[in-house]
């Protein structure tokens, strides 16, 4: 999320000194970011260009925006900073605003945002994706295999063979990293635990 945050602040023309000022307001949440770019700065940040920035971005992009925005403003104790907030999400994007509002509970409740220009509405720029620009491949990457209770060792077996010529490196993953047995009751250890695992 802080990612997509720093983008949009570049977007609205500030400098890296500005946007490291904008994040060392509170280094425990994002709060204090959001309300920097979204509410300090309304006027450049709905009309340079952050709609189509949004737009630009895949479906899961989009979804993991709304679920952050949520996240955050969830631990905004002061309401009226969550509707103008909520406010001025309307602007960028409608459909935005309308999830983010309805995750916390708060559909109608956002407070207009009146920017002195509306947005820009740029043609999408896939440059600004980070899903999508890739191959589809597993080459160099690590993919996770989630092990239970009596699993088929031979299906197992397999799968680390074609996860191997795919060039990319299996995770062995089990519900505790001690050991899970198979469905013959032979003992195997696993890299992670599922609870205290890494992203893969």
Known sequence: MRTHLNRWA?????????????????RGNLTDAISAIMVDTPSRFCS????????SVTPQEQKHIAMALTFELSKVDIVEIRRRTLGHVDVIDPKLGATVAEELGMLGEALKANPPGMPIDLDPSPALRLYGKYQPTLKGRKVGVLLAADFNL????????????EGATPAII???????????????HAEMALSGSPSV
């Open 174 to 188: 089990a519900p505790m990293v001690g050991c899970v047995k198979d469905s013959e009751g032979t003992k195997h």
């Open 10 to 26: 570049m977007g609205a023309g500030w400098s890296s000194e500005r946007r490291e000022r904008a994040n060392l307001r509170d």
């Open 48 to 55: 340079d260009g952050v709609t189509g920035s949004y737009r």
């Open 154 to 165: 031979k299906l197992k077996n397999a799968l680390m063979i074609a996860i191997k010529k």
